[in-house]
């Protein structure tokens, strides 16, 4: 609750009413990774990981630390003033100190993870049960590549200062838990706290359902880029709703053309652009990619946190009157060969001339030309960039000519299919367990688990064979939607 009133005390006020704090699949995933990466990285320990009651892990945190042969603790649990933390690793420095490593997922240290350790270092301190000897917040290493065989070094340490200013002192951390106890604890009203970025970052907040509803049914914060600035704005005067703010006082014709479908209730497309797809050549290809960012990397010779591509999906409209043909697709979960696989089957896929339809190609883009400068791809380079030069990237393409009401301000993949005929689901009784780029990636850290039955990794492999199609046929009907009067 500390940590996420620092973010925001709304909040916290919510993690201590709800008492239920639902973390993503993916950050639980990533969070069990990194905790393989720090038992590689510091070694045999007690790990009091899995005792979650709070009486029991202070008690066997106590044992572990009267064992004079304990020298690593993985998730000590520590208690003072109400409060209650755990520690990621303790490492046993002599008979009474020890160090406080805190092991986080990025490859940079943040003032969250700073305020984080100093928390978690006073809170052992004041606990009574260890002296502290030193603070260390431990990151991926960026230099970091998998050989095939040593994790070793997966993890740099860096020391923080103790009683730098950077740090807590008791003094301060008991004033803002007496705060926490009178707005929080003692107040059953939730603080006035308006939506901003830290709804977002650093990852999105699960209470966003409670808080957008009290603002409106179409609220300003839809606007893409400028939405969050002009609602707070609009906030001031008791504005919420974006119909009920002047049209002038949007001053770009794509906001203009927003505030026109919302007010109107209707869609918008550009007749040109029509004309523009009519004269592209055929036939006309529809790609997709997934990536997966592994925590602690499995694939030969890859990074810590790397978008690795290991699936794509391309469907192919060979001409204006044919039915669309049946789409192709590539999924490899591990192996020394899984880049120049995924490059040389998708240059076969695509042929060699016609343009490629791809939803916002900054992603596919990159992944091609990162996968030429490996040495096992260096040989296809000239195929991959005459790839790359007939790709169209749909989301600029449909923001210039395109909105529907149904969308809310966004023009992912997600949220187009739902303006537009097709037949294309993401959610639902037919969403399948695959329904999006994180459930993508979650379900590759499952079926590379040794525990995942065989059954399970089947269903894993067919539903994320059939998102990935999902995302081009989406595509084939959005370039057919623009495409008709
Ligand atoms: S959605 Fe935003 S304002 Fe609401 S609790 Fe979360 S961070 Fe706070």
Redesign the pocket.
């Known amino acids: 609750m500390a940590i996420s009133a620092f973010?925001?005390m709304?909040?916290a006020h919510?993690d201590y009413r709800i008492k239920k704090i639902e973390l993503p699949e993916f950050a639980l995933l990533m969070g069990n990774a990194m905790r393989e990466n720090s038992m590689l990285m510091y070694g045999e320990g007690v790990d009091l990981t899995h005792i979650m009651s709070r009486k029991d892990s202070l008690k066997a945190t106590m044992d572990a630390l009267n064992n004079s042969e304990t020298n690593i603790i993985y998730e000590a649990a520590f208690e003072w003033n109400d409060v209650f933390v755990r520690v990621d690793v303790l490492r046993r420095v002599s008979d009474y100190e020890w160090d406080i490593i805190e092991v986080k997922s990025g490859k940079k240290i943040s003032e969250r993870h700073l305020l984080d350790i100093s928390i978690q270092k006073e809170i052992a301190v004041n606990s009574d049960m260890i002296e502290v000897h030193g603070c260390y917040l431990a990151v991926i290493n960026p230099e970091f590549i998998f050989d095939g065989n040593s994790y070793e070094n997966i993890l740099e340490e860096h020391k923080v200062g103790i009683g730098k200013k950077l740090l807590w002192g008791s003094a301060r951390l008991e004033e803002f838990i007496e705060i926490l106890k009178s707005d929080i604890i003692e107040n059953d009203i939730a603080p006035a706290?308006?939506?901003g970025p830290?709804?977002r970052s650093p990852s999105p907040?699960s209470?966003?359902h409670?808080?957008h509803k009290y603002t409106a049914e179409v609220p300003i914060s839809i606007l893409p880029r400028v939405g969050n600035k002009l609602a707070k704005e609009w906030a001031n005067r008791n504005v919420f709703d974006l119909r009920e703010i002047p049209r002038e006082s949007l001053n770009k014709p794509h906001l203009q053309r927003i505030w026109d479908c919302h007010v109107e209730n209707k869609s918008w497309k550009d007749p040109q652009i029509k004309i523009v797809l009519q004269n592209l050549a055929w036939p006309r290809y529809f790609i997709d990619f997934e990536t997966i960012q592994q925590t602690k990397p499995l694939i030969l010779n890859t990074k810590p946190l790397d978008a690795v591509p290991f699936q794509w999906s391309v469907h192919c409209w060979e001409e204006e009157h044919a039915e669309l043909e049946e789409g192709q697709s590539f999924l490899q979960y591990l192996g020394s060969d899984i880049h120049v696989n995924f490059l040389t089957s998708l240059l076969q896929a695509v042929g060699t001339s016609g343009p490629i339809f791809v939803h916002n190609v900054g992603t596919e883009r990159g992944v091609l030309q990162k996968l030429i400068k490996r040495e096992e791809c260096t040989h296809l380079t000239d195929k991959t960039n005459k790839v790359i030069s007939r790709m169209i990237d749909t989301l600029p393409l449909t923001r210039n000519h395109f909105y529907s009401p149904a969308m809310m301000g966004s023009y992912s993949l997600k949220n187009i299919v739902k303006a537009i005929p097709t037949t294309v689901q993401y959610s639902g009784d037919n969403g399948g367990l695959v329904k999006d780029g994180m459930d993508a990636q979650c379900a590759w850290f499952h079926h590379v688990d040794a525990t995942t039955n065989a059954a399970k990794k089947e269903r894993y492999t067919n539903d994320l064979i059939e998102y990935c199609a999902k995302d081009t046929i989406a595509l084939v009907d959005l370039i057919k939607h623009l495409s008709k009067d």
């Open positions: 973010r925001c709304k909040r919510f706290v308006e939506t830290q709804c907040c209470y966003i409670l808080c």
